[in-house]
C-alpha cells in the first residue's frame, strides 16, 4: 500500500515528463514516459527507489535492470551508461531519488560504528559493492513516507526536514545496502576519497599511485579494495570516469578536443581509439547521433 501511496504522490505533481523538485532538500520525484536508450552518466552518491516501470545501467559491459523489487543504494560516483528503453506512457518510470548527504551520512555511519550492535551487523556484507539493491524493508518504507509527507510544508520542512532525513539515512544503513554504505561513510572511507580526489582532477594525469597515496594505502592493497567497493579496477575506472565525462560533454555540444582535454586526454588519437573501443563509435560519430537523436525526439508529434 505504501509503494501505491508514493506512486499517487508522484502523479499528482508529474505535470511533465522528468525529473520533478521537491522541497526536501536533496529529494526529487521522477516520472518518465519516454523511452531513453542507454548514454554515459556518472552516477552520484544517492538512492534510486522505483515505484512503476524498469530502468536499465550497464556497468563494466554487463546489463543491469532495477524496478520496484527494491531500491537502489549508490554509495561512490560510478561510471555507467543508464537509460530506460521500456519507459512510455502506458508504462511510465516512476520513483523517487535522493542525493545522500555526505556529511550526514558520515556522522551516521561513524555513530553506528560506536555500538556494538552496528559493529556486529558490518560483516553481513563484506564484499559489498559501490552499487547495491536493497529490500523495501518496513523501515526503510516507513522513512520515506513520513519524508515526502513533509512536501508542500515549507514550516515543518524547515523543523522536521533534517530529522526525517536523518531516519531515512538510518534506515538504509541498517538495510541490505548498509554494508556498502557504512564502508563508505564510515571510518576508513578510503576510495570514496580517493575517488572524490579523481573526479576533481580529471583534467590532470592521475595515476594509480596517485589515489593510493592520497589516501595512505600501498598500490597492491588499493587496487583490492578498489575492485571491491566498485567492480572495477582503477585502471578501467579511471578510463571509464574520463570518457563518460567527454561523452556528456559532447552530447551538450562540446568540440571533442577540447571534450578530450578537460578529462585528462593529451593525445587526441588515443582519446579517439579508446572512446571508440568503450561505445562502438568515433567521438565525432556520437556528437553526431546525440544531435540527430534531439532533431527526431523534437520531430516526433506530440501525444
Same mark, same amino acid.
Given at each position: 500500500?505504501?509503494?501505491?501511496?508514493?506512486?499517487?504522490? /508522484?502523479?499528482?505533481?508529474?505535470?511533465?515528463?522528468?525529473?520533478?523538485?521537491?522541497?526536501?532538500?536533496?529529494?526529487?520525484?521522477?516520472?518518465?514516459?519516454?523511452?531513453?536508450? #542507454?548514454?554515459?552518466?556518472?552516477?552520484?552518491?544517492?538512492?534510486?527507489?522505483?515505484?512503476?516501470?524498469?530502468?536499465?545501467?550497464? /556497468?563494466?559491459?554487463?546489463?543491469?535492470?532495477?524496478?520496484?523489487?527494491?531500491?537502489? !543504494? #549508490?554509495?561512490?560516483?560510478?561510471?555507467?551508461?543508464?537509460?530506460?528503453?521500456?519507459?512510455?506512457?502506458?508504462?511510465?518510470?516512476?520513483?523517487?531519488?535522493?542525493?545522500?548527504?555526505?556529511?550526514?551520512?558520515?556522522?551516521?555511519?561513524?555513530?553506528?560504528?560506536?555500538? !556494538?550492535?552496528?559493529?556486529?551487523?558490518?560483516?553481513?556484507?563484506?564484499?559489498?559493492?559501490?552499487?547495491?539493491?536493497?529490500? &523495501?524493508?518496513?523501515?526503510?518504507?516507513?522513512?520515506?513516507?513520513?519524508?515526502?509527507?513533509?512536501?508542500?510544508?515549507?514550516?515543518?520542512?524547515?523543523?522536521?526536514?533534517?530529522?526525517?532525513?536523518?531516519?531515512?539515512?538510518?534506515?538504509?544503513?541498517?538495510?541490505?545496502?548498509?554494508?556498502?554504505?557504512?564502508?563508505?561513510?564510515?571510518?576508513?572511507?578510503?576510495?570514496?576519497?580517493?575517488?572524490?580526489?579523481?573526479?576533481?582532477?580529471?583534467?590532470?594525469?592521475?595515476?594509480?599511485?596517485?589515489?593510493? #597515496?592520497?589516501?595512505?594505502?600501498?598500490?597492491?592493497?588499493?587496487?583490492?579494495?578498489?575492485?571491491?567497493?566498485?567492480?572495477?579496477?582503477?585502471?578501467?575506472?579511471?578510463?571509464?570516469?574520463?570518457?563518460?565525462?567527454?561523452?556528456?560533454?559532447?552530447?551538450?555540444?562540446?568540440?571533442? !578536443?577540447?571534450?578530450?582535454?578537460?578529462?585528462?586526454?593529451?593525445?587526441?588519437?588515443?582519446?579517439?581509439?579508446?572512446?571508440?573501443?568503450?561505445?562502438?563509435?568515433?567521438?565525432?560519430? &556520437?556528437?553526431?547521433?546525440?544531435?540527430?537523436?534531439?532533431?527526431?525526439?523534437?520531430?516526433?508529434?506530440? /501525444?
Amino acid at each position: 500500500m505504501s509503494k501505491v501511496l508514493i506512486k499517487q504522490i /508522484i502523479n499528482s505533481k508529474a505535470n511533465e515528463n522528468g525529473l520533478i523538485d521537491t522541497g526536501i532538500h536533496g529529494l526529487k520525484l521522477f516520472k518518465i514516459t519516454e523511452s531513453v536508450r #542507454c548514454a554515459p552518466a556518472v552516477y552520484e552518491p544517492s538512492i534510486t527507489a522505483i515505484v512503476s516501470g524498469d530502468k536499465e545501467a550497464i /556497468i563494466d559491459g554487463k546489463k543491469h535492470f532495477y524496478d520496484s523489487n527494491a531500491y537502489i !543504494s #549508490c554509495t561512490v560516483p560510478l561510471p555507467v551508461e543508464a537509460g530506460t528503453p521500456s519507459a512510455s506512457p502506458d508504462n511510465p518510470l516512476i520513483g523517487v531519488y535522493i542525493t545522500l548527504d555526505t556529511r550526514m551520512m558520515t556522522e551516521l555511519a561513524i555513530e553506528m560504528e560506536s555500538t !556494538s550492535t552496528a559493529r556486529h551487523k558490518t560483516n553481513e556484507n563484506s564484499h559489498a559493492q559501490g552499487l547495491s539493491i536493497a529490500a &523495501w524493508d518496513e523501515d526503510f518504507t516507513n522513512a520515506l513516507i513520513r519524508l515526502l509527507a513533509l512536501d508542500d510544508k515549507p514550516e515543518d520542512i524547515n523543523i522536521l526536514g533534517k530529522g526525517r532525513l536523518r531516519e531515512l539515512y538510518y534506515a538504509i544503513l541498517k538495510g541490505e545496502a548498509g554494508g556498502s554504505a557504512r564502508r563508505a561513510f564510515g571510518v576508513g572511507n578510503a576510495i570514496p576519497r580517493a575517488i572524490d580526489f579523481l573526479s576533481s582532477n580529471l583534467q590532470h594525469t592521475v595515476t594509480i599511485d596517485d589515489l593510493a #597515496c592520497h589516501v595512505g594505502m600501498s598500490r597492491a592493497v588499493f587496487h583490492r579494495k578498489f575492485k571491491q567497493a566498485t567492480n572495477l579496477s582503477p585502471i578501467q575506472f579511471i578510463k571509464s570516469m574520463r570518457l563518460n565525462n567527454a561523452a556528456m560533454r559532447i552530447a551538450e555540444g562540446t568540440n571533442v !578536443s577540447v571534450a578530450a582535454e578537460d578529462v585528462g586526454y593529451v593525445s587526441s588519437s588515443q582519446f579517439s581509439r579508446d572512446f571508440k573501443r568503450l561505445y562502438g563509435v568515433t567521438p565525432k560519430q &556520437w556528437g553526431l547521433n546525440q544531435i540527430r537523436n534531439r532533431v527526431n525526439e523534437q520531430a516526433k508529434p506530440p /501525444i
